[in-house]
C-alpha cells in the first residue's frame, strides 16, 4: 500500500502533495511493531502445532504451495468442484511427474505478466499479485499442520485484490461505456451474484452437519483417510454400525500416508466398537488385540487402557476362551473406574465353567474407547 496507490515510495511519482514521500528506512521503521507482533503470533502458532506437524517431505510441500497458488485463483474464477478437503497435488509415495511442475510454471508467466505491467505503468497488477501471495504465504503448507492440501477458508483474504481490481474494472467501464453497454453490465454482475448465491447456498448444506461434510469429503476424494475416519464416527453417533464399520475399514486399508500413522489406533479403536456391536466378535478380537499390544509395547499412548483391557477379555468370553478373558480381565487397573465391572466378570468366571456360566446381567463392553 505504501507503493501503491499511496505512493508513499520513490518507485512512483507522486499524485498529491498532502501524501509525502519517505525514505525507505522510515517506512520500516513505522511497521516495526507491527513486524514484532507478527513474529511473536508465528512462534505462538508454532507451539500449538508442534504435535500435529506433518511429516511431508520438503520437495512435496513446495510443489504443493505453487499448486495452491494457482488453485485459488482457479477457484475463485470458477468455484466449482469445491471440496472440504483438497488433497496434495503429488500424495507422499506417488511418483513425481511433469505434470507436477505446472503449477509452477504458472506462477512464474503470472509473475513475469504483473513486471512487465508494472514497466507499463500498469503497477495495480504487481502490487495486487504481491498482495496475494504475502497473505497467502502462512498458509501455504511450507510448515504443514494437517493433511490438507489446500482449503478455501485460506483464500478469504489474499483474494481482496482481485475483487478490489473487478470492481476499479467495472466502475471504469461505467464512467465511459455508453447507456446500453451500462445495462448489460449491471444485468450480467446482478446474474453472477445470482449465480454465487446459489453456489453459497450449496456449499452452507454441505457444511450444515459432520454426515453432510464428510460425505462430500469422501465422495470428492474417496482416498482420503481422514475423511473415510470422520464419517465413520458421524455413521457411530448416529448407530449405524454397519457403515461406520465400512468406512472405518476404508480408512484402515487405503494406500499408507503420514496420517494413516497417526490414525492408525483411534481407527482400529473405534472400528473394534463398531464390530462389537454388530455381533462380529471375531473381528472386534483383532483389532483389539492389536491395541492391547500396541498399549504393552507403548503404555504412553493415548487410549483408554483399562477399557481396552476390559473390552479384550469381555470378548474372549463372549468366544468362550475363559482363561484368555482372566488373562485381559488381570490387566485391567484396580484402582480403575473399569475395575468394579472387571471384577464382577472374574468371580463370575472363577465361579463357574463354560457350560454354567451365564453372562446375563453382566456388566457390558467399555463404550469409552479413549481416556
Given at each position: 500500500m505504501?507503493?501503491?496507490?499511496?505512493?508513499?515510495?520513490?518507485?512512483?511519482?507522486?499524485?498529491?502533495?498532502?501524501?509525502?514521500?519517505?525514505p525507505?528506512?522510515?517506512?520500516?521503521?513505522?511497521?516495526?511493531?507491527?513486524?514484532?507482533?507478527?513474529?511473536?503470533l508465528?512462534l505462538?502458532t508454532?507451539?500449538?502445532?508442534?504435535?500435529?506437524?506433518?511429516?511431508?517431505?520438503?520437495?512435496?510441500?513446495?510443489?504443493?504451495?505453487?499448486?495452491?497458488?494457482?488453485?485459488?485463483?482457479?477457484?475463485?474464477?470458477?468455484p466449482?468442484?469445491?471440496?472440504?478437503?483438497?488433497p496434495?497435488?503429488?500424495?507422499?509415495?506417488?511418483?513425481?511427474?511433469?505434470?507436477?511442475f505446472?503449477?509452477?510454471?504458472?506462477?512464474?508467466?503470472?509473475t513475469?505478466?504483473?513486471?512487465?505491467?508494472?514497466?507499463?505503468n500498469?503497477?495495480?497488477?504487481?502490487?495486487?499479485?504481491?498482495?496475494?501471495?504475502?497473505?497467502?504465504?502462512?498458509?501455504?503448507?511450507?510448515i504443514?499442520?494437517?493433511?490438507?492440501?489446500?482449503?478455501?477458508?485460506?483464500?478469504?483474504?489474499?483474494?481482496?485484490?482481485?475483487?478490489?481490481?473487478?470492481?476499479a474494472?467495472?466502475?471504469?467501464?461505467?464512467?465511459?461505456?455508453?447507456?446500453?453497454?451500462?445495462?448489460?453490465?449491471?444485468?450480467?454482475?446482478?446474474?453472477?451474484?445470482?449465480?454465487?448465491?446459489?453456489?453459497?447456498?450449496?456449499q452452507?448444506?454441505?457444511?450444515?452437519?459432520?454426515?453432510?461434510?464428510?460425505?462430500?469429503?469422501?465422495?470428492?476424494?474417496?482416498?482420503?483417510v481422514?475423511?473415510?475416519?470422520n464419517?465413520?464416527?458421524?455413521y457411530?453417533?448416529?448407530?449405524?454400525?454397519?457403515?461406520?464399520?465400512?468406512?472405518?475399514?476404508?480408512?484402515?486399508t487405503?494406500?499408507?500416508?503420514?496420517?494413516?500413522?497417526?490414525?492408525?489406533?483411534?481407527?482400529?479403536?473405534?472400528r473394534?466398537?463398531?464390530y462389537?456391536?454388530l455381533?462380529?466378535?471375531?473381528?472386534?478380537?483383532k483389532?483389539?488385540?492389536?491395541l492391547?499390544?500396541?498399549?504393552?509395547?507403548?503404555?504412553?499412548?493415548?487410549?483408554d487402557?483399562?477399557?481396552?483391557?476390559?473390552?479384550?477379555?469381555?470378548?474372549?468370553s463372549?468366544?468362550?476362551?475363559?482363561?484368555?478373558?482372566?488373562?485381559?480381565?488381570?490387566?485391567?487397573d484396580?484402582?480403575s473406574?473399569?475395575?468394579?465391572?472387571?471384577?464382577t466378570?472374574?468371580?463370575?468366571?472363577?465361579?463357574?465353567?463354560?457350560?454354567?456360566?451365564?453372562?446375563?446381567?453382566?456388566?457390558?463392553?467399555?463404550?469409552?474407547?479413549?481416556?
Amino acid at each position: 500500500m505504501d507503493v501503491y496507490p499511496l505512493r508513499r515510495t520513490r518507485l512512483i511519482e507522486p499524485l498529491m502533495g498532502s501524501i509525502r514521500q519517505q525514505p525507505l528506512y522510515v517506512l520500516l521503521r513505522e511497521k516495526l511493531p507491527f513486524f514484532l507482533l507478527s513474529v511473536f503470533l508465528v512462534l505462538i502458532t508454532l507451539l500449538a502445532h508442534v504435535n500435529t506437524v506433518s511429516s511431508i517431505a520438503l520437495d512435496l510441500r513446495l510443489l504443493n504451495a505453487f499448486n495452491s497458488i494457482i488453485l485459488y485463483l482457479n477457484k475463485f474464477l470458477v468455484p466449482l468442484d469445491l471440496a472440504p478437503l483438497y488433497p496434495f497435488l503429488v500424495e507422499p509415495g506417488e511418483a513425481i511427474n511433469w505434470q507436477a511442475f505446472m503449477p509452477l510454471f504458472g506462477v512464474l508467466v503470472l509473475t513475469v505478466a504483473c513486471l512487465i505491467a508494472w514497466a507499463r505503468n500498469r503497477h495495480q497488477w504487481l502490487i495486487a499479485w504481491l498482495f496475494y501471495l504475502v497473505t497467502l504465504a502462512p498458509v501455504l503448507g511450507l510448515i504443514q499442520s494437517g493433511e490438507q492440501g489446500a482449503a478455501d477458508r485460506f483464500a478469504y483474504l489474499p483474494t481482496l485484490p482481485a475483487y478490489l481490481l473487478i470492481g476499479a474494472g467495472i466502475l471504469t467501464v461505467l464512467d465511459n461505456a455508453a447507456l446500453l453497454k451500462k445495462v448489460f453490465l449491471l444485468l450480467s454482475v446482478f446474474f453472477l451474484v445470482f449465480l454465487l448465491t446459489d453456489k453459497t447456498r450449496q456449499q452452507i448444506h454441505i457444511w450444515k452437519n459432520p454426515h453432510t461434510l464428510w460425505s462430500e469429503a469422501v465422495n470428492y476424494n474417496s482416498k482420503n483417510v481422514t475423511a473415510h475416519y470422520n464419517l465413520a464416527i458421524t455413521y457411530l453417533r448416529q448407530q449405524n454400525y454397519e457403515k461406520a464399520a465400512f468406512h472405518f475399514d476404508k480408512s484402515v486399508t487405503l494406500p499408507k500416508n503420514p496420517t494413516s500413522a497417526v490414525m492408525a489406533f483411534p481407527t482400529r479403536a473405534y472400528r473394534g466398537l463398531s464390530y462389537i456391536y454388530l455381533g462380529r466378535y471375531n473381528e472386534a478380537m483383532k483389532d483389539y488385540l492389536y491395541l492391547a499390544d500396541a498399549l504393552n509395547s507403548s503404555p504412553n499412548l493415548n487410549l483408554d487402557r483399562d477399557c481396552i483391557f476390559f473390552n479384550s477379555g469381555w470378548l474372549y468370553s463372549q468366544l468362550g476362551v475363559m482363561d484368555k478373558a482372566m488373562e485381559y480381565f488381570g490387566q485391567v487397573d484396580p484402582k480403575s473406574q473399569r475395575w468394579p465391572d472387571t471384577e464382577t466378570w472374574l468371580e463370575t468366571i472363577n465361579q463357574g465353567t463354560n457350560d454354567t456360566l451365564e453372562f446375563e446381567g453382566l456388566p457390558e463392553f467399555c463404550k469409552s474407547v479413549f481416556p
